[in-house]
């Protein structure tokens, strides 16, 4: 049986300097297979002279229609089993394609694959890990929610999400009126209609931080358009999901305060421990590990089980 295919779809509106490591990402996958599809929304620096430099990239220009359109535009012209939406910025990880051509599979229901992603600078300095994993259809749900109540996101990084074409043929296009929650509004439409997200760990993209970039303005400017997504979404729930999504968000809420009292005795104590190294000292005393313990008092069972799985992640 024949390898699965590859279409990339990039969608570029004056981001030209950054698709040349876009497009050797591709390359260095070394994959058979791959048709790169670069959909230029109207721009007006060197996007068409820089894609001319590369044979097997497939330039596609259009009038500035958004985000949303042009990316629908590129969907719409592949022709390759599996879709891969990296945007000019983001830059694949080697032996991505491979591990998703293996893992990628409608015979046993995987038509939809999600991996890690490492957050970059513009030069592509590493900056933090974003291990996403499973995508449990609730927890996606109330993404808003839990972003402004536990400070990170609950959904898959774009640029580590691999679908078959058949997802895309079956939900249709991206929502044009979005231009924050287009992702996040269509993995709610494929969680919605059945289809799963297979998790692999395996850091799949690079998602590139910088001043240009929709997520340099934080988050926050995302709340509003993620807000409405998932308020249509819980409102055209039948009752009963609607009673158990009301039963998950108690839940959600006493996981929040687990998680925020974590999160502020964990970093009240690396501050000590960074005031101590200052100091000369070889750590945080006694007094601030018993401060953390007292507020959050189920640390050193959690500090044991990341010391058994060989994850310290922190200390007492």
Known sequence: MSPPTFSVVTCCYNQGQFLPDCFAAVAAQRYPQVEHIVVDDGSTDDTRAICARYPHVRYIHQANAGQSAAL???????????????????????????????????????????GASQVVDAAGGFQWLLPNGPVPWLRLLFHPELYRRQGHTAMPCQPSVFFHRKVWQDLGPLDTRLTYAMDYDYWLRALTRGYTFHYVPQIFSNYRYHATSNSNQGFDTFLAEWQAVSDRFRAELPAGRRALAAAWWVYARLESQFVRRDRAARTALAAEDRAAAAAGRGGAGWPARARAVAHAPWLPARLAWRRLRGDPGFRL
């Open 72 to 114: 629908n535009r590129g969907f719409a012209e592949a022709t390759g089993d599996i879709i891969a939406w990296v945007n000019s910025d983001d830059y694949f990880a080697p032996g991505a394609f491979r591990r998703v051509a293996r893992e990628l599979d409608p015979a046993r229901g995987r038509w939809i694959v999600a």
